[in-house]
């Protein structure tokens, strides 16, 4: 099976409603910050799906609070991004959240989180997640 492909678009380049996805690199006190799903044994960045009639930004904030129970954050639009699968091809956002208050009182579908300087060795989705978390690093 080929391996999915992933591929940044600048800012914007996706219009909002073929957007599927949302990715957070989150830092709180320098660290990032890293959830694990209860059915997994894996780590990937606070994400998840842009509901209907929901704005990125908001599902954006959603998700921060439901994964990582973030409070109160400051959200950069990154890029946009592409992967593709299987003759498939579907859309995201990237966004960099700076956390200034953090509540992590576990909720939903997460299990545990961590905070790391660097990218966990065991991710959910390491082709996608290496691709979108090398892009943190080239914050402006």
């Known amino acids: 099976m080929t391996p999915p492909v992933t591929k940044l678009l600048s800012p914007g380049t996706i219009d ?15 660290q990032w910050i890293f ?12 994400a998840g799906h842009i ?7 908001r599902a954006a904030e959603r998700e921060l609070f439901e994964e990582a129970g ?13 992967v593709t699968a299987g003759g ?13 208050e953090l ?5 939903h579908e ?9 990218l966990p060795l065991e ?6 997640q290496t691709t979108l978390f090398a892009r943190l690093f080239t914050l402006p």
């Open 16 to 30: 909002e409603h073929l957007l599927t996805y949302v990715v957070m690199g989150a830092r709180y006190r320098d």
């Open 35 to 46: 959830v694990r799903h209860r059915d997994r044994q894996t780590w990937e960045m606070p």
């Open 51 to 57: 509901e209907p009639g929901e704005t990125p930004n």
């Open 70 to 82: 973030v409070l109160n954050s400051s959200l950069t639009h990154l890029c946009d991004y592409s």
């Open 88 to 100: 498939n091809t579907e859309y995201g956002r990237l966004y960099h959240a700076e956390v200034e």
């Open 103 to 107: 509540n992590p009182q576990l909720e």
């Open 110 to 118: 997460i299990e545990e989180l961590i905070f790391t300087s660097e």
């Open 123 to 128: 991710l959910t989705y390491p082709e996608v």
